[in-house]
Structure formats: C-alpha cells, structure tokens
C-alpha cells in the first residue's frame, strides 16, 4: 500500500537517504543526500503554486511516475522538489537498496538498528528487495538480525552467503518479515539445515519461490548437505502458492519430498532435483499428475528413474498436448530414456523450447524423428553421447526445426560431414558442438560458412577431438565468421603450433600435464587476434608434416593419441554432466560450463 501523500511538517522534514547510485557529491558513503537546511532552502525556492500542484497529484500516479525513472541520480533530483515528492522518492530509492561495499551495507544496518521512533522515515518498511549475494563473504548471522525489522521485505537472495547459519535465518524471521516474503534464495549456503527450512515453512505462508540449491561440490562430499525430507515436506505443506523450487545436489531427498510438492503445490511451474540421485518413478508419477502447469523440469542425473516414469504417467494418458506450456526439460544421464518416452514426452508438451538428453545413450534416430514434431518451438537441443544417432536423423531435424540456436552433437560417433552440411541451413544457430566427432572433415567446416546466414549467426563452435581438421578450414570459418566468439580444438593436431598457440587462452588450474599440453581453446580477443593473424599471414603449415619440430608444443602428438585411445584421459564421465572429469559441466575440455550457454536462447 502506497504511503499518503501527507508528510511531517516542513520544519521537520529529513534529508532521505539512499544507496549506490547516489550522485556523486552525496554518494561517498550512505549519508543525507544534503542536510536539513539545504533542504529547507531548495523547498523554499520551489513557486507556491507549483508545489502546491504537485503535492496535490495523488500519491499512486506521483509513484507510479518515479518508479519509470531508470537513473538513480534523476529520482534523487525528484526528492528536492517537495516534502510529499521526498517521501515517495524514498520509497523507489530504499525499494531495491543496492550496496557497492561492505561498509555502505554496515552504514545500512546501524540505521535499521535504530529504533523506528527515532527516525522521521519508516526506512526498513520501505525495503521490498535485497540481494546481498554480491558481498556474500560480508554477510553474517549479525547482518540479518538487523534485517528483522524490514517488515515488508519481498525477495531475499543470499546466495553463495557462505558463512550464514540457521541462527541468522531464524533471527530474520523473529518479528513480521515472513509474512510478506515471497521469495528466499539460500543457494551455496551449506551450513543452512532443516531447522532454517522449518522455520521458513511456518512463517512464510505466502512463499512463492525457494532456492535451495548446492553447490557441486556437495555431489562429492554429501554429508555437507543437511536438507532433508523433513523440511522439504513441511514446506510442501505450509507454502501452497509455491511455484518454483531448486533442490539441486540436495542429496538427502526422496520421492517423498517430491510426492509432498506435486500433491500440495499444485500451481508449480519450476520444479529443479538434478543429482537428487534417490528420486525414482514415483516422484514423476506424482508430479505429472498433479503439476500441469509445469514449465522448467530438470532431474538430470537421477539414474533411479525408468522409462515407465513417462510411459505409464499422466504424461502418456492425458489429452495430446496437455503439457503445452512445458518449455525446459532436462533430462541429462536419465539413462533409462528410450525412443518410447522422447514419442511421449513431445506428444504430451508440443511446445518444449529446451530439451537436454545428453548420455541418454538409449535413444536413436526415431528419438530425433519424434523430436522433430516439436518444429519452429525448439530452440536448444543436447544430444550429446547419444551415439546411436546417424545422418538421417540429423538431417530431418535440420529442415524441421529450423529456430534451433544451440546443438550439441558430442561424440555422435556415427554422424559425418553430410549431416553437417544440412546444419548449415540453420538460420538462427549461434553454438554447435561437434566434440570428438571423429567423421568430420574439412568439407564440413567450409559448409558451414558457404550461406551468409550461418556466418552472420555463428557464435561458438566446439570441434575439439575432431582430429581430421586441418588449418585451412578453421581459417575459413574464423575469417568468415565475424560474430564468433569461442573456438574450441582441444585435441586438434595442426593447432599446437606456436603461432596460433600465443592467442589460445590459459587452461584451467586443476588440469594435468596431459590435459594442458592438449588444450586449444580460443574466446574473445583470442578469436579477434587469431582472425587478424590469418588475414595478416597466411598460413605456412597447412599439415602435421610441415611443422618443424621446434613449432610443435611439447608431447602434443603423444598426448592426443593416448587421449583417443582412452576417453578417460581427457574425456571422462562423471556423475556432474561433463565429460572431462572436472566437474564444471564442459563437454569438450576447454574449461567451460557450456550448458551456460542456454542462457543465449
């Protein structure tokens, strides 16, 4: 409810206070943007009847107008203007209070502490928003007691706030700041335990979005992680508005917890359990049944569930199309996935914009001839280790779905240049993973830059371990290619030569001798410099043979050869999603998470 338009009288009024993107003459430090007096004085220089008539417009449309001012400093200037101006502009400034350092937010937190008789602006009820994520190693359980009286307080996030405890969460939630909450994100915060999960259950009824999520390094040290179904169900069961949940790498949940918010929260649209390795059939069979507004599912990793999870569920008995807004479906390691479900699943949602069936290793090319029903609808799509997809496949989705962005086609094994050259009528595409598709040739790259489109389109291309590619044709797709931005060719022989290894950006810290020696990996202005090299210089050495010995990095030859010889050497497959055994979610070894790349699409 918008505050009223009356004010404290003018001899009292208070210079406001505000954060971040202060002008910088009152923005060293989370100080009065100017004193009493000066306020006074510009009040005073304001024509009678001018203030008279803004004072006069009602309070919503005075507010509604200083909320689309985009620049700080603007709705600061409106604050002069008169005492009723001041008062809303204050609630659009303390609205999403945004803190630079850890000494504006200790500022922030001696007025909260401060007993609201003592201040001339209620301040904390004026706070909607906070993100503190930003100063995650400044936030204590200190820094939230003094959050308690922000009795208005919407959204909360806290992630990565590693050195929170329950105690802190239990004094935030001490007065009336739960009664209003509607979202909490604890991601990263490992040392929250059911006992902060309880008491958000119990006093925020109005919950619509919970994070809960953690971080990788749970998955291999679970005992860190002290969530459990208890909680989980007593949220289901306090917090029916509840929409979206993220209980990744929470290993300690069962089918329980996922029965308890399929059968109480039934207005869920996000719905994330990757690496909840003890979900099963009967998760999924409780929330099909009852979450039909479903729009983002992700149970990557849950290796528990079986085909009958999508054959014999309200996926396969309810009306064709009865999942339409269902846009995200990752299903990443499901492993049990075959061409039945994938035929069910698309029937059930026509309109998935997403779908992720990397190490679904079941599946073939009537999978693909099913997904191709999905049309202008898809967007991204991994198929990644899905080595029993050939050409034909591949070439149907390419003149089906012609809005694809994102492919990732790693270690097909089976696809050769043909299928690429279809790829290259894609209009849209922006990445294409190609990793360790050891059939692809020179002929496919030069394919891909021959339509303007794909040139004027293409931003990443992973082609590491594609051992037949030679120099010639990277330097046609980088000269052609003028928005890319990432290339890849860990494992690609002719480019471990000096020249081109002075723009290869620095292998990631946690990578062997092996590892480094194989790395190719151009971004940004390494792409940019390897572009004017080539327009600069042609290429001396367009083969292995050619280059001298001392162009060659060291135990380059060697190293690639074992590595083909033996996935588990640069390649190997953990229980994180990615293929090279670092746990980051990459996918060719060039040290990114590359399902970051769904965020383009």
Known sequence: MLPSAHT?????????????????????????????????KNLMLVDSSTASYAQNLPAEIIYSILKQITAMSDVY???????????????????KPGFQSASTLALCSSLLRQEPSTLMFPYPSMIRRLNLSNLSSDIFDSTLSCLASCNRLERITLAGCTRLTDSGVL??????????????????????????????????????GLNLSMCKDTHEHPESVQIHDESIVKIAEKCPALRRI???NCVHLTDRSAIALATHCKVLLEIDLMNCHLISNDALIAIFQHCSELRE?????????????????????????????????????????TDQSVAVIVKAAPKIRNLILNKCDKITDESVF??????????????????????????????????IRYLDLACCIQLTDRAV???????????????KCQNITDEAIFSLTNLSRMTNSLERVHLSYCTKLTVPSITHLVRSCHRLT???????????????QRFCRPPPRDFNPQQRSAFCVFSGKGVRDLRNYFTRIRPLHNTMDDIPPSHVMPDFRQATMQSLQNDTIYMEIDGDGDVDGDGDGDGDGDGDNDMEDMEDV
């Not at 990432?486 to 081109?500: A, E, I, K, Q």
Request: proline share 5%.
């Open 8 to 40: 404290p009288d003018r001899n009292n009024t208070p210079s406001p206070t505000h954060f971040g993107s202060a002008p910088s003459s009152a923005s060293s430090s989370v100080t009065s943007l100017s004193s009493n007096v000066e306020m006074e």
């Open 77 to 95: 200037n409106c604050s002069l203007v008169c005492k009723t101006w001041c008062y809303l502009a204050l609630e659009v400034l303390w609205f």
């Open 171 to 208: 004094a935030l939630l001490q007065n009336k700041v739960g009664q209003n909450l509607i979202s909490v994100d604890l991601s990263d915060v490992v040392s929250v335990t059911d006992t902060a999960i309880l008491a958000i259950a119990e006093k925020c009824p109005r919950l619509q």
């Open 246 to 248: 993220k209980l990744s």
């Open 297 to 337: 599912f992700r149970i990557n990793q849950c290796r528990r569930i079986l085909d009958t999870a999508f054959t014999q569920s309200a996926l396969a008995t309810k009306p064709p199309g009865f999942y339409h807004q269902l846009r995200i479906l990752d299903l990443t390691n499901v492993n049990a996935i």
């Open 370 to 403: 099913s997904i191709c029903r999905l049309g202008r609808h898809l967007h991204y799509l991994h198929l990644g280790h899905c080595d029993k997809l050939t050409d034909r496949s591949i070439i149907q989705l390419a003149h089906q779905c012609m809005r």
């Open 421 to 435: 050259m279809e790829l290259a009528i894609l209009p849209k595409l922006k990445r294409i993973g190609l990793v």
């Open 486 to 500: 990432h290339l890849s060719l860990t494992g690609v022989l002719p480019f471990l030569r000096r020249d081109f």
